[in-house]
């Protein structure tokens, strides 16, 4: 089975930052992409970045320019630094992956999120 932990969330102010982290148990033989997403109370869960194998990042129309989505080389963890935050970024943040286990099936996974609330 593979778990996917995150963390890094918490409560700033307007024009805050933080940095997200993902971090994927042993069981993954190799990573696809690592994407982040995002949903809050009543809405549906929304893409917000992602990095593929290789290191191509994409993200989502919305993000204006302040999130950065990375990896740590030789480890499974992914990171969101998320800067000049607005309330509108407030939601509970998720990771998910895209690879294969150590029995060689492909699989996608998700992390139980972090919330992350920004304050006016």
């Known amino acids: 089975q593979v778990h996917l932990v995150e963390s890094g969330g918490g409560l700033v102010h307007n024009g805050g930052s933080l940095r997200l982290s993902c971090t994927a148990s042993r069981s993954i033989f190799s990573v696809e992409a690592m994407d982040w997403y995002r949903q809050v109370p009543g809405d549906e869960r929304e893409w917000v970045a992602r990095i593929a194998f290789g290191g191509r990042t994409t993200y989502a129309d919305y993000v204006k320019g302040g999130f950065t989505i990375s990896r740590k080389n030789g480890k499974n963890t992914v990171y969101l630094q998320m800067n000049s935050l607005t309330p509108e970024d407030s939601a509970v943040y998720y990771c998910?992956?895209?690879?294969?286990?150590?029995?060689?099936?492909?699989?996608?996974?998700w992390g139980q999120g972090t919330h992350v609330t920004v304050s006016s």
């Open positions: 998910n992956v895209v690879g294969v286990d150590t029995d060689f099936r492909s699989f996608t996974s």
